[in-house]
């Protein structure tokens, strides 16, 4: 069975930067797929903020891709988030997932329980 | 950027009744690049539906989706109690980009 688990810091200073890990486990991420990040403001919607490969190659939402970089760590089979120069309007519930893409579909299929982080001085 | 609306924006039905929600995209979208979501309070999406049509694995078969082009909808044919949630369709775009509509709350009338 597939896992994902975020970790990280809940609280952020604005203009700093917020620091988040997915820790995978039943598949190994150098196998395959792209993992992503998506994000949730309390009430709110959800944002897809980027995916990366196992080789590194990114993708990044336009609207946040100036202050965002995805990493990979495939020995420690996780990937990373950090955002910079945060606002409270990066208050968020912060998800990774896994994405599929097979016989012409695209999707989501494996998410973490995600992981609150409030950006408040 | 595709920009998907759902509709309603909250429906309010009772158990055993049929759910029709709807997902409608400002372009074009493949039909294989669009899933449905189900959300319950405090938990992440789960999947449901992909290529409009697949039902995820251990999905009920209550659960259908259908459409092409710029409407899709997702269909629950008898509602059981735990399907009462927020719902949420997303697409696949070029960039690439994935864009998630605003989601429907269905409730318990």
């Known amino acids: 069975q597939v896992q994902l688990q975020e970790s990280g810091p809940g609280l952020v200073k604005p203009s700093e930067t917020l620091s988040l890990t997915c820790a995978v486990s039943?598949?190994?991420?150098?196998?395959?797929?792209?993992w992503g990040w998506i994000r949730q403001p309390p009430g709110k919607g959800l944002e897809w903020i980027g995916t990366i490969y196992h080789s590194g190659s990114t993708y990044y939402n336009p609207s946040l891709k100036s202050r965002v970089t995805i990493s990979v760590d495939t020995s420690k089979n996780q990937f990373s988030l950090k955002v910079r120069s945060v606002t409270a309007a990066d208050t968020a519930v912060y998800y990774c997932?896994?994405?599929?893409?097979?016989?012409?579909?695209?999707?989501?299929?494996?998410w973490g329980q995600g992981t609150l982080v409030t950006v408040s001085s | 950027e595709i920009v998907l609306t759902q509709s309603p924006g909250t429906l309010s039905l009772s158990p055993g009744e049929r759910a029709t929600l709807s997902c409608r995209a400002s372009q074009s979208v493949s039909s294989g690049y669009l899933a449905w979501y189900q959300q319950k309070p405090g938990q992440a999406p789960r999947l449901l539906i992909y290529?409009?049509?697949s039902r995820a694995t251990g999905i009920p078969d209550r659960f259908s989706g259908s459409g092409s082009g710029t409407d899709f909808t997702l269909t629950i044919s008898r509602l059981e109690p735990e399907d009462f949630a927020v719902y949420y369709c997303q697409q696949y775009g070029s960039s690439p980009m994935y864009t998630f509509g605003q989601g429907t709350k269905l409730e318990i009338k």
């Open positions: 290529g409009a049509s």
């Open positions: 997932a896994r994405r599929i893409a097979v016989a012409g579909t695209v999707y989501f299929d494996y």
């Open positions: 039943g598949y190994s991420i150098s196998s395959g797929y792209y």
